[in-house]
């Protein structure tokens, strides 16, 4: 099969799109066998204004959670709710961090016009007899600007690919309270994942748009003896070297509209833990003021494009007449 693209569901339904209040959108489906790699939403929506001044669509995902026949593959929360953003989303710097994409056509001439693709990687093998069933619930927070009644669709489109290598699980979020002191963060990860699991980053989400980290850092126990600043996170991460970019709102000062780069997300700090062996992770946190932090692990397990075994019935049921004769029962 090599690579297929399938779309999955359409939906016009104008109490599924994002509005100028919050909602929820839960929707299910169900999807052919094979590999699938990516999960993508496409949407294409109109609203009386700019959704988000400076920021894309992305930026008014509060929560999204994937079910895959029954597992919690993906599961995000956002540390703050804002649709004044004036930088890139809490989610999107997530999936640009770990091999997804979060792209949004920036057109100046309509800003209110938000055309963008959320790709999430899953890498998740699907069986190949019966029904394959995804749930997401995708929580919205309320837009800037009053949805275009009947002006939207959102798109779920599969992306399958016989050669994916990893699956990928966003674990729930620990959450912590912070006081303007230094602590130790135990973030929890689940243990019954498949062998050959690893821990390969950590997503740590500040409860607004501030960083807000003292001058020890962050300490990984299992990375180093030392705390680090969250600036050289940055440069560790990638980020540093304009590693953020993002739809400024579809108002992008030049000529032309572009994306725009930063050298970091304040409130959201990526860490790559070079595959830690699977289990909770110890941190020492060096907090510089009194907050709530969230932190997500992100495991990668080696999946080499196999199916999985089908379903079977494990209890032997042992038929014998000659026993059933002599006890006079046919059970």
């Not at 009644?149 to 290598?165: K, P």
């Amino acid at each position: 099969m090599a690579v297929l693209w399938n779309k999955a569901y359409e939906t016009s339904t104008d109490g599924d799109m994002p509005t100028s209040t919050a909602n929820n959108w839960s929707q299910g489906f169900t999807v052919r066998s094979g590999t699938l790699e990516f999960l993508t939403l496409r949407y294409d929506i109109t609203f009386a204004n700019s959704p988000v001044v400076a920021s894309d669509i992305s930026a008014l995902i509060d929560s999204l959670r994937i079910i895959i026949n029954g597992e919690v593959a993906h599961d995000f929360t956002a540390g703050y709710s804002n649709n004044d953003l004036t930088v890139a989303s809490q989610y999107g710097y997530l999936l640009n961090k770990i091999g997804g994409r979060v792209v949004e056509q920036a057109v100046l001439a309509t800003p209110q016009t938000r055309t963008g693709f959320i790709n999430i990687p899953l890498g998740r093998v699907l069986n190949s007899t019966g029904q394959n069933r995804i749930e997401c619930i995708v929580g919205w927070s309320a837009a800037a600007a009053a949805l275009s009644a009947g002006n939207g669709t959102l798109e779920w489109w599969c992306r399958y690919n016989d050669a994916a290598e990893t699956m990928t699980t966003v674990v729930p979020a620990t959450s912590f309270t912070h006081s303007a002191s230094i602590e130790q963060v135990i973030v929890r990860c689940p243990t019954n994942l498949p062998a050959g699991s690893v821990v390969s980053g950590l997503l740590i989400l500040n409860d607004s748009q501030e960083a807000q980290f003292g001058a020890q850092g962050i300490r990984i126990n299992a990375l180093s003896d030392y705390g680090i600043t969250d600036e050289q996170w940055a440069m560790i991460n990638g980020d540093l070297m304009n590693g953020v970019m993002w739809n400024n709102g579809s108002a992008s000062p030049t000529t032309l509209a572009q994306l725009d780069y930063a050298q970091g997300l304040a409130g959201a700090l990526f860490i790559p833990t070079f595959n830690l062996s699977l289990g909770d992770i110890a941190t020492i946190i060096d907090s510089g003021a009194a907050t709530t932090r969230k932190y997500l692990p992100i495991i990668t397990t080696p999946i080499g494009g196999r199916l999985k075994q089908e379903q079977v019935q494990t209890a032997r049921l042992q038929g014998n007449t000659s026993k059933a004769i002599l006890s006079n029962d046919l059970q």
